[in-house]
């Protein structure tokens, strides 16, 4: 079955304690990022990543970082977690081919609290 | 990004035909037109996409006006398990493919 699985479900943290939320899709897409949706903000995209090795800045990338060693993988790393990091956050995934033409595979979502 | 507009809100009766608008008048010439959904709890689901002529899968139809400054979601038959935020999103075919979701339209389906 085609999915994007994220872990963990659900987190519950301390400001300053870094964390890493997974994400791993099965389709071989080359296309994958991670976007955060907050009430009346909706979803914002934080990074992407256009390839194995390739990662870019989205909307609000400040306090995150990503990285893409392998095309299947794209784990998400809050360094130094902050309590305006509390979000609901999902990673897509997509073929890049002909990228307008493509639709996206979404997680189940990583809902997030730093305390 | 070219930016959509929705209704906040919609109802619809079970089983009936439902019709979400979009329009996009800033739409260019590149932009697919998609459709998500997201149900509660859930992460957002795809639903259709278009370019310029009407498209229909299992799930949905899609009518896009000629000029595609606006388009419409059509939904045959809703069920229950239709009540959803449905997004609108213009999606760009070059470059970074991010979606840009706006508000949404929360469609209720009324048993």
């Known amino acids: 079955e085609a999915q994007v699985t994220q872990n963990p479900r659900y987190l519950i943290t301390v400001t300053g304690k870094k964390l890493t939320v997974t994400c791993s899709q099965n389709?071989?897409?080359?296309?994958m990022s991670w976007y955060r949706q907050d009430p009346g903000l909706g979803l914002r995209q934080i990074y992407y990543?256009?390839?194995?090795?390739?990662?870019d800045k989205g909307d609000v990338p400040e306090g995150y970082k990503v990285s893409r060693k392998e095309k299947r993988n794209f784990p998400l790393i809050l360094e130094s977690p902050s309590p305006n990091q509390t979000s609901l956050y999902f990673c897509?995934?997509?073929?890049?081919?002909?990228?307008?033409?493509?639709?996206?595979?979404f997680g189940q979502g990583t809902r997030l609290t730093v305390v | 990004d070219a930016k959509t507009t929705q209704p906040n809100s919609m109802e619809s009766n079970e089983e009936e035909p439902v019709h979400l608008p979009c329009n996009h008048s800033?739409?260019?010439?590149?932009?697919?037109i998609h459709w998500y959904r997201q149900l509660p709890s859930q992460g957002p689901e795809y639903v259709i996409h278009?370019?310029?002529s009407n498209v229909n899968n299992r799930m949905a139809s899609l009518a896009i006006a000629e000029d595609r400054k606006s388009s419409t979601l059509i939904l045959h038959r809703a069920t229950l398990r239709d009540a959803a935020v449905y997004y609108c999103?213009?999606?760009?075919?070059?470059?970074?493919?991010?979606?840009?979701f706006g508000t949404g339209t929360r469609l209720t389906i009324i048993p």
């Open positions: 990543s256009m390839n194995v090795e390739v990662t």
């Open positions: 800033t739409i260019s010439g590149t932009d697919y």
């Open positions: 897509a995934s997509s073929f890049s081919e002909a990228s307008g033409d493509t639709e996206a595979f």
């Open positions: 389709m071989n897409h080359e296309y």
């Open positions: 999103i213009l999606r760009e075919d070059f470059g970074n493919e991010k979606l840009t």
């Open positions: 278009g370019l310029t």
